[in-house]
């Protein structure tokens, strides 16, 4: 299908005044390239979007991680969050006849679609573990949870478990 009769049908649409016409069709466009956009998406690991729901998922799969290492025994983590994160949903924007315009998400399969998940800024992270009495294991500790986390080492503090020494 050539792209010059489909100008031309839309310019003599235009021209015919059948600005209804005109958006359905656009609208049809903006669903099937949300469609073809998830279908090449891929799977996206599914995070809840509350900020403690967020902070308890990542606390608990680290805490999982870093008590693997060697030394550091049983671990806690706790990790603070600033906000809630954010989703970038696609957006359509419909014209009436009147020149009213309205604007609505975009739907694929009864679900939004969503262009970009922004998760919560991460703004501390504690990490309690019982072999943190060795300077080596908290250098271990401090390193992954700042490289799994993409943070500063500034911003997580490691201490002692008590009744461990």
């Not at 359509?92 to 315009?101: H, I, K, Q």
């Amino acid at each position: 299908m050539s792209g010059r009769p489909v100008l031309a049908k839309l310019k003599e649409k235009l021209k015919g005044g059948k600005v209804l016409e005109i958006v359905v069709v656009l609208i049809l466009a903006v669903v099937v390239l949300g469609a073809v956009y998830s279908m090449l998406g891929g799977k996206q690991e599914q995070a809840t979007s509350a900020p403690d729901g967020y902070a308890q998922t990542l606390e608990r799969q680290l805490a999982s991680v870093l008590s693997g290492i060697d030394g550091a025994g049983e671990v806690d983590v706790f990790v603070s969050v600033v906000s809630e994160g954010e989703k970038i949903v696609a957006m359509e924007t419909t014209v009436d006849a009147d020149g009213n315009t309205t604007s609505s998400p975009v739907l694929v399969g009864g679900n939004v679609v969503v262009l970009e998940e922004r998760f919560p800024e991460i703004t501390g992270v504690l990490i309690v573990a019982e072999g943190a009495e060795s300077v080596l294991v908290r250098i271990r500790l401090l390193e992954a949870a700042a490289s799994v986390l993409d943070i500063p080492q500034s911003k997580i503090k490691i201490y002692t478990k008590a009744g461990t020494h």
